[in-house]
Structures are given as structure tokens and as C-alpha cells.
């Protein structure tokens, strides 16, 4: 069995943001010599979320308008997970609804993807660094 182990850097200049992360994940893939087999790819980060959907400016803006339907950032007051300090209270919860992984099929040496599918960072709480790990397991 082959495996590879990457972990990408994101460092959003705004509190939220999502970021298209499908084309370094098949360079990965690529990179990976894998032809059959498995890719894992998962925020490290309890704030940031990795999902699949569509590559759609307005599906993206429904979303953010959604997130923050469920989950406001202000006031910061109303989250008890404020009360050590934090403003995040709200980015905790829009990644619990986001996700936190992706696993992909490789077939045949490329991501198995249904037609409109690709791989996305969200970010919920960002301007500081953040990683996501990518694992690629197969022959
Ligand atoms: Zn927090």
C-alpha cells in the first residue's frame, strides 16, 4: 500500500471565507502515484470546516446568509463559549454544520467526483493560520 500525507496552509484575510481547494487535492493525488484507493481530506481546526458542493457564487452566498441565520456572530454576548474570552461562538457552531472531512474515491489515478462536486475550505473564524490534512491511501 502507498500513502501520502500533506498538510495545506490556509490563512484567510477575512473572518469568513470559502475557498475552493479541489485543484491541490488532485495535485496531491497526482503527486501520490495512486491509481485505486482512498482521499481524506479534514480541517484541523475545530472553527473551519472541508465540504463538498457546488463550485456557485450564489450557492455560496446562500450559504453564508444561512450560517448566519442559524448562528449569528453578534452579538457575541449570546454564545456562553464567549465567556472564556473568545468571539468565536458562532464559527464553533457554523462548523459543526459545515463538516469537518471529505473522503473522495481515487479511481483510476483521479478524485471519483459526481459532476458538480468539488472540495471546499470554509472558514468561520480566519486571519490567523490554519491547516487542513490531506491522507491518500491505496496502490
Ligand atoms: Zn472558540
Same mark, same amino acid.
Given at each position: *500500500?502507498?500513502?501520502?500525507?500533506?498538510?495545506?496552509?490556509?490563512?484567510? %484575510?477575512?473572518?469568513?471565507? /470559502?475557498?475552493? @481547494?479541489?485543484?491541490?487535492? &488532485? %495535485?496531491?493525488?497526482?503527486? !501520490?502515484?495512486? =491509481? $485505486?484507493? @482512498?482521499?481524506?481530506?479534514?480541517? *484541523?481546526? @475545530?472553527?473551519?470546516?472541508v465540504f463538498i458542493n457546488? %463550485?456557485?457564487?450564489?450557492?455560496?452566498?446562500?450559504? &453564508?446568509?444561512?450560517? $448566519?441565520?442559524?448562528?449569528?456572530? &453578534?452579538?457575541? !454576548?449570546?454564545? =456562553?463559549?464567549?465567556?472564556?474570552? $473568545? %468571539?468565536?461562538?458562532?464559527?464553533?457552531?457554523?462548523?459543526?454544520? *459545515?463538516? +469537518?472531512?471529505?473522503?473522495?474515491?481515487v479511481t483510476d489515478g483521479?478524485l471519483d467526483f459526481g459532476?458538480?462536486?468539488?472540495? /471546499?475550505?470554509?472558514? /468561520?473564524?480566519? =486571519?490567523? !493560520?490554519? +491547516?487542513?490534512?490531506?491522507?491518500?491511501?491505496? $496502490?
Amino acid at each position: *500500500m502507498k500513502s501520502l500525507t500533506e498538510y495545506l496552509q490556509f490563512h484567510v %484575510d477575512t473572518r469568513r471565507a /470559502f475557498v475552493n @481547494i479541489t485543484g491541490r487535492v &488532485e %495535485d496531491l493525488v497526482r503527486e !501520490s502515484g495512486i =491509481r $485505486e484507493g @482512498i482521499c481524506l481530506v479534514n480541517a *484541523m481546526h @475545530i472553527t473551519a470546516s472541508v465540504f463538498i458542493n457546488d %463550485d456557485e457564487s450564489g450557492l455560496h452566498a446562500d450559504y &453564508e446568509d444561512w450560517l $448566519e441565520q442559524l448562528a449569528p456572530h &453578534e452579538p457575541v !454576548s449570546r454564545y =456562553r463559549h464567549n465567556r472564556t474570552g $473568545e %468571539d468565536n461562538g458562532d464559527a464553533h457552531l457554523k462548523r459543526q454544520v *459545515m463538516g +469537518r472531512e471529505v473522503v473522495v474515491a481515487v479511481t483510476d489515478g483521479r478524485l471519483d467526483f459526481g459532476t458538480w462536486e468539488r472540495i /471546499f475550505y470554509g472558514e /468561520f473564524d480566519g =486571519r490567523r !493560520s490554519k +491547516r487542513v490534512l490531506v491522507k491518500i491511501i491505496g $496502490e
